[in-house]
């Protein structure tokens, strides 16, 4: 089943993201094209990455503004 929003169809069946506006990977820049890969941050925001691998790297340079999952 589908999801409908303003910006974005998240289809939850198989986890693609697809968007009217791509978002960049908040470590590398790629665009985001599966979501899933997010963090929260202390501050309340939240970010998104491209792949696991983005994710790790990001938490690991900034494990003491992130939030524990």
Do not use: N, W
Not at 24 to 44: I, M, N, P, Q, Y
Not at 50 to 69: A, H, N, S, T, Y
Request: charged share 30%; hydrophobic share 35%; with cysteine.
């Amino acid at each position: 089943m589908s999801k409908f929003c303003y910006y974005a169809i998240d289809l939850t069946a198989t986890g693609v993201l697809m968007s009217e506006e791509k978002k960049a990977c908040d470590l590398c820049g790629l665009t985001v094209e599966v979501s899933g890969f997010t963090l929260k941050l202390k501050t309340g925001e939240q970010k998104s990455f491209c792949c696991e691998g983005c994710k790790g790297i990001f938490q690991m340079l900034r494990e003491d503004e992130v939030l524990p999952e």
